[in-house]
T-cell receptor, first 111, second 112 residues
Framework: EDQVTQSPEALRLQEGESSSLNCSYT??????LFWYRQDPGKGPEFLFT???AGEEKEKERLKATLTKKESFLHITAPKPEDSATYLC????????????FGSGTRLQVQP | NAGVTQTPKFQVLKTGQSMTLQCAQD?????MYWYRQDPGMGLRLIYY???????DKGEVPNGYNVSRLNKREFSLRLESAAPSQTSVYFC???????????FGQGTRLTVV
């Protein structure tokens, strides 16, 4: 069964304390891995798409990387406004090709 | 551009009542999706439409029906609401099935 697992479930950081979120997947035929940010009461907001192992994408304090079995979202010197739930999703090469989501990591950055 | 617009934003239903959740996108996307989000379970696909005129079941389709009215609009209908359908519902669209999806703001549904 195709699965997407995110860890940790929750993470509390001090402002400026860098860390990484993990998304591991057990799927065959990966057609893309997607990172989203979700604020309370809002819909998920698209951040990055990664298509092949070794690929990296950056946006402000966020950097996403991809290997054959997992992806990392690195947060460098986070600020309180980075507090949100970060969702990982995969799209498969076969079947319906809709996104399959992990349960997310709730990040809290304290000033 | 508004992106993906969902109505209503909040709804309370009694068990057995029916309702339709509306979704419209203005990005000229081909594919549209309905997800539900429950605490600890992430987003789960209910139905999707790869292109105008087609719809397919997702992971949790029981108790729901959908209509792809045209390229812009994709509605989700609950024929006889049950408490287990209390959830936050998100509509999303993508240019095609290979690209990133963009989400609406959600409909918070409570069935009592």
């Amino acid at each position: 069964e195709d699965q997407v697992t995110q860890s940790p479930e929750a993470l509390r950081l001090q402002e400026g304390e860098s860390s990484s979120l993990n998304c591991s997947y057990t799927v065959s035929g990966l057609r893309g891995l997607f990172w989203y940010r979700q604020d309370p009461g809002k819909g998920p907001e698209f951040l990055f798409t990664l298509y092949s192992a070794g690929e990296e994408k950056e946006k402000e304090r966020l950097k996403a990387t991809l290997t054959k079995k997992e992806s990392f979202l690195h947060i460098t010197a986070p600020k309180p406004e980075d507090s949100a739930t970060y969702l990982c999703a995969v799209r498969l090469d076969t079947g319906r090709r809709a996104l399959t989501f992990g349960s997310g990591t709730r990040l809290q950055v304290q000033p | 551009n508004a992106g993906v617009t969902q109505t209503p934003k909040f709804q309370v239903l009694k068990t057995g009542q029916s309702m339709t959740l509306q979704c419209a996108q203005d990005m000229n996307h081909n594919s549209m999706y309905w997800y539900r989000q429950d605490p600890g379970m992430g987003l789960r696909l209910i139905y999707y439409s790869a292109s105008e005129g087609t719809t397919d079941k997702g992971e949790v389709p029981n108790g729901y029906n959908v209509s792809r009215l045209n390229k812009r609009e994709f509605s989700l209908r609950l024929e006889s609401a049950a408490p287990s359908q209390t959830s936050v519902y998100f509509c999303a669209s993508s240019e095609d099935r290979a690209t990133e999806a963009f989400f609406g703001q959600g409909t918070r549904l409570t069935v009592v």
